[in-house]
């Protein structure tokens, strides 16, 4: 897992306490029923590594912004639609899952209409917390059309979707990067996208952090299959070697481990590529570089 440095480690534990707070706050303040008020507060506040919401603010640090209201919620917002997509996921009809970050799923906890409607309910108050974010109209629309094509039918649930029709089918390696740069590298390009625009950067700049949110969203779905194969229910808060019983395509089973391993060692390489060439451009690139370490146990 992340073996984090000094200047990493100071920024998580400064920036999660303020994203759960700002999770907490909003969730909290819902005039929505108890029973899917509590639904969608317990899959968000189970835990996990808030890697988007943290690229979104490590992006946005990069350029010089500081972790404000505004910036908190648009990280926070992002991570109740993570975490929609997460509820969605574990139920019977998609990967039918018992666990979620060493907790019984939604739907396990509070039956499966429940969780289909606290998964709904965090879709759209995703949009609902940028939209409350003090921020120029222009800045707003940019974010939540964009958070709307990454989440949607050209980003994630593309991904989604092309994942389960094509279960039990061998995909070739490009037909597999296209699953998951949508899948799972949409949200995570769209972190990076949000942090550059939070910060009012030019084009230049917001191509540059998109690019290094593509390879690093890549690298994230690819060290996700290795470790369904070497970690533990208990390292991982799930189940393991779920993928290959239910015959999904993951990088190792289409290219063996080792196979695997280069990928992942290409993905981080070509990301490091990017944080270079942003600091190029003058902007401090330690943050986006350190949160590669993420990845440092595979890659050597």
């Known amino acids: 897992m992340m073996q984090s440095s000094s200047v990493l480690i100071n920024f998580e534990q400064r920036m999660l306490p303020l994203i759960d707070e700002t999770l907490t706050t909003y969730l909290d303040g819902l005039a929505a029923p108890v029973q899917l008020r509590d639904a969608m507060k317990y899959s968000v506040m189970a835990g996990g590594k808030r890697i988007r919401p943290l690229l979104v603010l490590a992006t946005a640090a990069s350029c010089g912004r500081r972790a404000d209201k505004a910036a908190l919620q648009v990280a926070a917002s992002l991570e109740l639609l993570h975490t929609y997509s997460l509820i969605h996921d574990d139920l019977p009809a998609m990967d039918d899952d018992d666990l979620r970050r060493g907790k019984p799923t939604n739907h396990k906890k509070f039956g499966e209409a429940v969780a289909i409607l606290a998964g709904d309910g965090l879709l759209t108050a995703a949009f609902d917390l940028v939209s409350r974010a003090e921020l120029p109209t222009v800045t707003t629309t940019k974010l939540v059309s964009a958070l709307a094509r990454a989440a949607g039918p050209e980003g994630m649930v593309a991904g989604q979707t092309l994942d389960v029709t094509n279960t039990g089918k061998k995909l070739t390696l490009p037909q597999l990067q296209q699953v998951h740069r949508g899948k799972t590298g949409a949200l995570i390009k769209y972190a990076c996208y949000a942090g550059a625009v939070l910060s009012d950067q030019s084009r230049t700049v917001i191509d540059l952090v998109s690019e ?39 990088y190792p089973g289409l290219l ?45």
């Open 256 to 300: 063996g481990m080792a196979g695997a391993k280069e990928q992942l060692t290409a993905a981080v390489t070509a990301a490091r590529r990017c944080v270079r060439q942003i600091e190029r451009v003058g902007l401090d690139g330690t943050l986006l570089g350190e949160m590669l370490r993420y990845f440092e146990d595979e890659v050597q």
């Open 212 to 250: 290094y949110g593509a390879h690093f969203g890549l690298a994230f779905q690819i060290y996700d299959d290795i470790l369904d194969v070497t970690g533990t229910q208990e390292q991982l808060g799930k189940a393991v070697n779920k993928d290959a019983t239910a015959q999904k395509n993951t």
